[in-house]
């Protein structure tokens, strides 16, 4: 019986060796080819985080007007100032979101490309122009926004984003896992090495340790935006229940263009909706001071932009989102006679709907202000740093001409393993994609030598 119980601990023993062995083989390899896409989101991610700072900052003579008693001018008055100085078609109007501030008028010129014209909406001065920055305020942002997606360079790569992602969270689980106190080795909770590559190991270790939790809030909370996670997301809160609400659309056409096609201010949960279309496709449409009348009567957030029909069957649409997510909005508004077709707010979507706008906001660094901002910002610099520390880690272990991948011995994949990756892989299919492959390539390796 002795020597039995003896057999049965020396087996748990080889396979929590073996599993042990095996994450942190993975998760050095997953960590080698994620690093890359890690720190382009956590340099981006940072910067993003201040656009509105930023954007003050280099057209501060743009966004930026004397504060008056006066009062400002009608919506009308502005976007005919605006079209005089810069003629074309009127795309949205947002007005000033506080004193101080000047209002912004989309206008899309002959060649089609947008500009954003800004207005003192007290004087009615003409100000200046911007090349459209979208939800971003400006070309830089823009710039910094494509960026952190990789939009500008396709399909693929966006797929590279998402999975860089998924991989985020699994990494930060195995790092815990590896770093996790076993017998009496304990997990470090500060830098103890003074110098070489056992440094680099603490400050990678110690670094995650205090910002796990915010680096998986960051990766899970950001994935609602990505192409295929966020879209299976997106149905599955529908198809339960706690999405969307049914009843909103059933009483008026729609289009087939959806709303985050148009709109810069578009919430998460919206981005897929059809635009709705008026209901009639003749007559005179209603003025703009009226529409703006009936949104604000609403008590819409300021900070709002307003989108103009760009055809006779299209719609006056309002929308916001500000930094507290309760008081996010969307109003559509029939172009011909001004009634409210669609009005929705976080209070009517479902508990997923609602959860998703929730991270939103705060990956974003809106909802708690400028505390959101640096909690975050640290954040970005910790995965920065735990990049650094992981490369320089490699390169000094690494032997000459050799990757210097960690060995796991005899080839064979721990059934914990296998589990965990089956688990991950149903959570996120790109992630279990990628470890075929990397479990493919692993058997390749394996029976090369085995040959050899």
Same mark, same amino acid.
């Given at each position: ?17 073996? !599993?042990?062995?095996?994450? @942190? ?6 960590? %080698?080819?994620?690093?890359?896409? =890690? *720190? &382009?989101? #956590? ?106 997606? !990789?939009?500008?360079?396709? @399909? ?6 998402? %999975?860089?992602?998924?991989?985020? =969270? *699994? &990494?930060? #689980? ?279």
């Amino acid at each position: 019986m002795t020597d039995i119980s003896l057999s049965a601990a020396a087996k748990a023993r080889a396979d929590s060796s073996a !599993l042990y062995r095996a994450i @942190w083989r993975w998760h050095f390899i997953a960590g %080698l080819l994620v690093i890359p896409f =890690v *720190l &382009l989101l #956590a340099t981006t991610g940072g910067i993003y985080l201040f656009k509105d700072e930023i954007n003050d900052l280099l057209h501060r003579d743009l966004r930026i007007v004397p504060v008056t008693q006066s009062a400002q001018l009608p919506a009308s008055a502005i976007v005919s100032a605006a079209l005089t100085n810069y003629p074309g078609t009127l795309k949205s109007y947002l007005p000033a979101p506080a004193p101080g501030r000047s209002t912004e008028v989309k206008i899309e010129n002959e060649e089609g490309i947008t500009q954003s014209v800004y207005v003192d909406p007290t004087r009615g001065t003409v100000l200046g122009a911007l090349g459209d920055g979208g939800a971003a305020g400006s070309p830089e942002m823009q710039l910094v926004r494509q960026l952190h997606s !990789l939009a500008y360079f396709g @399909w693929l790569p966006q797929r590279f984003v998402e %999975l860089a992602a998924g991989w985020m =969270v *699994l &990494l930060t #689980a195995s790092g815990i896992y590896l770093w996790w106190p076993r017998g009496k080795r304990a997990g470090t909770f500060t830098v103890k090495a003074a110098r070489g590559r056992p440094w680099w190991r603490d400050i990678h270790a110690v670094t995650g340790i205090y910002t796990a939790g915010f680096i998986l809030f960051l990766a899970m909370s950001g994935l609602p935006w990505s192409g295929y996670w966020g879209a299976k997301f997106y149905d599955l809160a529908y198809q339960v229940g706690l999405g969307m609400p049914d009843g909103y659309w059933f009483s008026y056409p729609t289009s087939t263009v959806p709303v985050g096609a148009v709109l810069d201010k578009t919430p998460w949960i919206m981005e897929r909706q059809p635009m709705p279309l008026s209901t009639a496709s003749d007559g005179t449409p209603a003025g703009l001071d009226q529409v703006v009348a009936t949104v604000e009567a609403l008590g819409i957030a300021p900070g709002y932009g307003l989108d103009v029909p760009s055809d006779p069957e299209g719609v006056f649409t309002a929308s916001v989102y500000p930094d507290d997510v309760r008081r996010e909005r969307v109003i559509h508004l029939d172009q011909y006679s001004g009634k409210v077709l669609f009005d929705m707010g976080v209070a009517d979507l479902g508990a997923l709907g609602a959860a998703a706008e929730l991270g939103v906001s705060l990956h974003t660094g809106q909802y708690f202000g400028v505390v959101n901002q640096i909690a975050l910002l640290l954040a970005c610099l910790a995965m920065i740093v735990m990049c650094i520390a992981a490369v320089t880690m490699w390169w000094k272990r690494r032997p000459s001409g050799s990757l210097g991948t960690p060995r796991v011995g005899a080839w064979r994949v721990p059934t914990g393993l296998i589990l965990l990756g089956a688990a991950a892989g149903l959570f996120f299919p790109l992630v279990g994609l990628s470890m075929l492959v990397m479990a493919a390539i692993e058997w390749v390796i394996a029976r090369r030598q085995t040959v050899a």
